[in-house]
């Protein structure tokens, strides 16, 4: 039977291929992100649903939820993808309004845009819902002295806490942690060639993941099979969290 799917960060990159999974497995999926014409062309290509809004803004979350209620009823999966490293700069040349224009940067966008859908839609998942966050390699080893990995680690004792509350539900919360991933957004244009080949290296595969890798991991987190998983945070890195 279809569910009803929803994918945050669904019009690029990861979230782009994980709502692509989920349409191609028959299921109803709804792409959310701020940008309405980035998210329609994605959401026209995968045959999913657009719904533009800004999930850092409890007005955008809140407004996701009635659309939601509105037109679904219900939601099965929730896939908290959006986010990224905005918090970039040089903290100590920059000073500390700068720095904490920075930290709550990466809290709006990494931290308020799983926490406000989740809690938007609690009363609107279905028995044995699926909840899967997209958190990153850098929540474990830090991303080089930013904001970025400890916001990304904020999410895990809240996935632990939220596993705890939905279980007499039959609800699974889970989390996937991704390495370097080609083919989004995420590094603006920023990552030099130097610098992919030093995190390919760290790899055991050799290669980047592709946003598919990561897809693949969510979809089957999603998935009936998986009912007994939960409170985990799986590593999608080609094992890079030991890489040298
Ligand atoms: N690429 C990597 O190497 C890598 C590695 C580890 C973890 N990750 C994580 O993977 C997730 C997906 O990122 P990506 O790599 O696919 O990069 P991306 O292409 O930049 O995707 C991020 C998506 O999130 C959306 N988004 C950002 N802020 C939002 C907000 N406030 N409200 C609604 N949507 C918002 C963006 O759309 P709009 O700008 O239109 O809102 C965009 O579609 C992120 O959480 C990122 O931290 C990425």
Do not use: C
Not at 64 to 85: I, K, S, Y
Not at 112 to 138: G, K, N
Not at 144 to 162: E, Q, V, W
């Amino acid at each position: 039977m279809a569910r009803t799917v929803v994918v945050s960060g669904g019009g690029t990159g990861i979230g782009r291929a994980v709502a692509a999974r989920f349409a191609a497995g028959g299921d109803r999926v709804v792409v959310i992100g701020r940008r309405a014409d980035v998210l329609s062309r994605a959401a026209d290509g995968i045959g999913a649903t657009a719904l533009p809004a800004d999930l850092g803004d409890p007005a955008g979350a809140e407004r996701v939820r009635a659309e939601l209620a509105d037109r679904f009823g219900t939601v099965d999966v929730l896939v908290n993808n959006a986010g990224g490293n905005v918090g970039t700069g040089d903290g100590a040349a920059d000073g500390l309004t700068d720095t904490a224009r920075r930290w709550a940067g990466d809290f709006r966008a990494n931290v308020l845009t799983s926490v406000l859908p989740t809690e938007a839609l609690r009363d609107l998942f279905t028995p044995s819902a699926r909840i899967v966050f997209v958190s990153s390699i850098a929540a474990y080893r830090g991303s080089g002295g930013g904001s970025y990995g400890p916001m990304k680690a904020a999410l895990h004792p809240y996935i632990y806490d939220l596993a705890a509350d939905l279980g007499p539900r039959g609800i699974t919360v889970n989390a996937v942690a991704p390495g370097l991933i080609d083919g989004t957004e995420f590094f603006g244009g920023a990552l030099d060639d130097e610098r992919h080949a030093a995190l390919v290296a760290q790899t055991r595969t050799g290669r980047a993941g592709t946003p598919g890798d990561v897809a693949e991991a969510v979809h089957w987190l999603a998935s009936p099979g998986a009912g007994h998983v939960t409170a985990q945070i799986v590593q999608v890195n080609g094992g890079a969290e030991n890489g040298r």
